[in-house]
């Protein structure tokens, strides 16, 4: 007698609760109730004949037997997705941090519209890492400091400049001529980035002391800080270039590569598509401008 096989809403419902660890997080992702959600994984463990799930008040976390379940139903999942997406593609999705998006592609995009009229791009504004397959991502700017999925095809885009900056009122206010005048600011920085000011010494061979006065969730919080005259704040060359041509933030001691590089990343089931090496294209085109445009400010003595 032939074994009863499990629904295929009862797995998606149960791979979901599995990967994001929650009934409710699973709900919303697949448009279903909780307890449509919980009706399914509880109907799959009675066929399997055993538990998947172990609930406690804060999360629901997958059993060892859960456990194999779930990432054998993932990969499956993304398989099918991407046979897809394949056969019957989108639009192309580009991923990438919310400042990236709003200080240097949004700039950029009416010119690529008017170069590219045939190509529909979509945007994830996310800088952390990515399943291409269930975020529906095409491709991905990403930090050389995060981990690429498993067979992304992952090309160099530039490498990070980073820059002091400030209003020009604070720099004429305090002086700013050396690198070592920092000793006298109020320094701004990111959370995401603790290290980065120490990074910046680093480079320039300066052994000093630094204690961040004001820390932001992003940066473009924190480039709001410093154009609001806040104190001096170590940012992405990239992200302030306008602001500096403009006179609305000044750069003090310049420009200097960083310890990170900008990379592109690309979904394999897209990356023969004709649209989505139009978009490399540009988007290197454009990184590599920029990266010169960062260099040209030049930099000065410790």
Not at 55 to 81: K, Q
Request: with cysteine.
């Amino acid at each position: 007698m032939a074994r009863p096989k499990p629904s295929l809403n009862a797995l998606r419902a149960f791979e979901a609760t599995a990967r994001l660890r929650s009934m409710t997080a699973a709900s919303l992702e697949l448009s279903v109730t909780h307890g449509a959600i919980s009706r399914h994984i509880r109907s799959l463990e009675e066929l399997l004949g055993v538990p998947l799930l172990v609930r406690t008040s804060s999360s629901t976390d997958p059993t060892p037997e859960g456990r194999r379940l779930a990432e054998g139903l993932t990969a499956a999942f993304n398989l099918i997705d991407g046979s897809v997406e394949q056969i019957s593609p989108g639009p192309l999705t580009v991923s990438c941090s919310a400042t990236i998006m709003m200080y240097w592609l949004i700039p950029r995009l009416a010119a690529f519209h008017e170069s590219h009229k045939n190509i529909d791009l979509q945007f994830n504004m996310n800088y952390d890492q990515v399943d291409f397959i269930r975020d529906k991502v095409s491709i991905a700017i990403r930090s050389s400091t995060i981990a690429p999925p498993k067979d992304v095809v992952i090309k160099e885009l530039a490498r990070e400049w980073i820059s002091p900056v400030c209003a020009t009122s604070y720099a004429k206010a305090n002086r700013l001529q050396k690198a070592g005048d920092i000793a006298n600011c109020r320094l701004l920085g990111t959370r995401t980035r603790p290290e980065a000011w120490s990074d910046w010494l680093d480079e320039l061979g300066l052994r000093q002391d630094v204690r961040i006065q004001e820390s932001y969730e992003h940066f473009y919080l924190l480039i709001q800080a410093a154009l609001c005259g806040l104190g001096l704040a170590l940012v992405p060359t990239m992200f302030v270039l306008e602001e500096i041509n403009s006179g609305r933030l000044v750069a003090p001691f310049g420009s200097i590569p960083g310890k990170r590089t900008l990379m592109l990343w690309t979904a394999p089931h897209v990356a023969t598509r004709p649209e989505s090496r139009a978009v490399s294209h540009w988007l290197t085109r454009e990184m590599s401008a920029t990266a010169k445009m960062c260099a040209a400010l030049g930099s000065v003595d410790a």
